[in-house]
C-alpha cells in the first residue's frame, strides 16, 4: 500500500471515528438536563452571623423558597456585617438594595414606632395563642400591613421569639441595682430600662460581647435567651435577672413592595407559604433550644440574680405599663394598636 493511500485511510478513519465522537457527545449532553437561570434573584438581610442557631434558620427559609418555587426564585443569604448592619435593615429594604429583610423592630423605633409595638412592648403577654388572636382575630395583621404597605414594604407572616431577658456584669440584688446601669437595650426596652435608673444604649448584636468585655456597657437584652448564648455573652457577664422585660417578641419578614409587584400571584402565594413554614420553625426550635442555651451558659458560670421581691415585681409592673401610653402617642398606627392591646 502505497503511503498516500494509507494516509488517506487513516485520515478518513479518523474523521468517522471523531465524527462518532461528536455524536456520542452530542446526544450524552441532550441527555443531561440545563439548568435555568432563576427568574427572580433576591437578597435576603437578616441579623445574625453565619453559623449562629438563628442564622441557620433564615437560611433553611431561604432555601426553601427556591426549592418551593422549583427554582424561579434565588435568595442570596447576607448576615450580619455583610453589607448591611443591623440598623440600616429596614432602609435597605424600602430603598432596593434588598428585596427581603428580617429586622430587629427596636433599632428602628424613630423610622417605624409601630414596629416598636408590633414587637412586644414590657409588660406584654408571653402567651402564643393569646398573641396569635391579637394578631389573627383582633385586627393588628390589618393595620400592620398598611403601616408597613405605606413604608413600601410588604408585610410577611410574622413569627414569635422567646421572652426577652437581661444579662448583667454584677448581679441585681434589688430593682435599684438598674440604677446608673449602662444597658444595650433599643426602643422600648431602653424607655423601659431608663424608667429604672438605667442609661440605655443602641448597639447592634455583633457589637455587645466587645462592648460587655470592655466596660462600655454593664449589661445588655438579648433578643433571646439563644442570642445571649450564641453570642459568647456569659463569658463576659455572668448574672441574668430573673424577670423578663418582655414576654415574647413578634417580628416581621419585609420584602420591597417594587419587587414584590413583580411576582405572578403563585410565586407571591409561595412566599407567602415558605413564611409560613419559617414562622412554625422559629417557633418550635427556639423552645427546643431554649433550656440547652440556659444550661450552656449556665456551663460557662452565668448565674441567676436572686429572686426579685413582691415590691420589685410591683415596680416592674408598673413601670412597663406605663409605656404604653406613650408609645400610643407615637403615630396612628401605633396608637390604634396599642388601643387593641389595651381591651
Do not use: C
Not at 494516509?7 to 457527545?25: D, M, P, Q, Y
Not at 440545563?34 to 449562629?52: K, M, Q
Not at 456569659?234 to 423578663?244: G, H, Q, S, T
Amino acid at each position: 500500500m502505497s503511503s498516500n493511500l494509507f494516509s488517506n485511510l487513516l485520515t478518513t478513519r479518523l474523521k468517522r471515528s471523531l465524527a462518532g465522537t461528536i455524536l456520542t457527545l452530542t446526544a450524552t449532553l441532550g441527555a443531561i438536563p440545563t439548568v435555568s437561570a432563576a427568574e427572580f434573584n433576591w437578597r435576603f438581610v437578616n441579623l445574625y452571623s453565619r453559623g449562629t442557631a438563628y442564622g441557620e434558620v433564615y437560611k433553611d427559609f431561604a432555601e426553601n423558597i427556591g426549592v418551593m418555587s422549583n427554582g424561579r426564585i434565588k435568595v442570596k443569604m447576607m448576615y450580619a456585617g455583610e453589607g448591611v448592619g443591623q440598623t440600616g435593615v429596614l432602609g435597605s429594604v424600602k430603598s432596593g438594595l434588598m428585596t427581603m429583610g428580617a429586622p430587629f423592630q427596636p433599632m428602628h423605633a424613630g423610622e417605624f414606632p409601630a414596629g416598636v409595638v408590633e414587637v412586644g412592648l414590657p409588660g406584654t403577654t408571653s402567651d402564643v395563642g393569646e398573641l396569635s388572636t391579637l394578631f389573627r382575630e383582633k385586627g393588628w395583621s390589618e393595620i400592620l400591613t398598611e403601616a408597613y404597605d405605606k413604608q413600601g414594604l410588604v408585610w410577611l407572616e410574622p413569627y414569635v421569639q422567646l421572652p426577652v431577658y437581661i444579662l448583667t456584669k454584677e448581679p441585681i440584688n434589688s430593682i435599684d441595682d438598674f440604677k446608673g446601669l449602662k444597658i444595650r437595650a433599643p426602643g422600648a426596652y431602653g424607655k423601659f430600662l431608663r424608667k429604672l435608673g438605667a442609661s440605655p444604649a443602641s448597639l447592634s448584636w455583633s457589637e455587645i460581647y466587645t462592648s460587655l468585655a470592655t466596660g462600655v456597657i454593664d449589661g445588655s437584652i438579648g433578643s433571646n435567651i439563644i442570642d445571649h448564648r450564641d453570642g459568647n455573652h456569659a463569658e463576659v457577664a455572668k448574672y441574668m435577672y430573673r424577670l423578663p422585660i418582655a414576654g415574647a417578641q413578634v417580628l416581621p419578614i419585609i420584602v420591597n413592595k417594587r419587587e414584590w409587584n413583580k411576582l405572578p400571584k403563585d410565586l407571591q402565594a409561595i412566599v407567602r407559604s415558605a413564611s409560613e413554614s419559617h414562622a412554625l420553625e422559629q417557633m418550635t426550635k427556639s423552645r427546643i433550644w431554649e433550656s440547652k442555651a440556659i444550661a450552656d451558659m449556665e456551663a460557662q458560670g452565668m448565674k441567676w440574680s436572686p429572686e426579685p421581691t413582691e415590691a420589685d415585681i410591683e415596680t416592674w409592673n408598673k413601670t412597663a405599663n406605663s409605656l404604653w401610653s406613650e408609645y400610643a402617642n407615637s403615630d396612628k398606627y401605633s396608637s390604634q394598636l396599642v388601643k387593641i392591646l389595651q381591651q
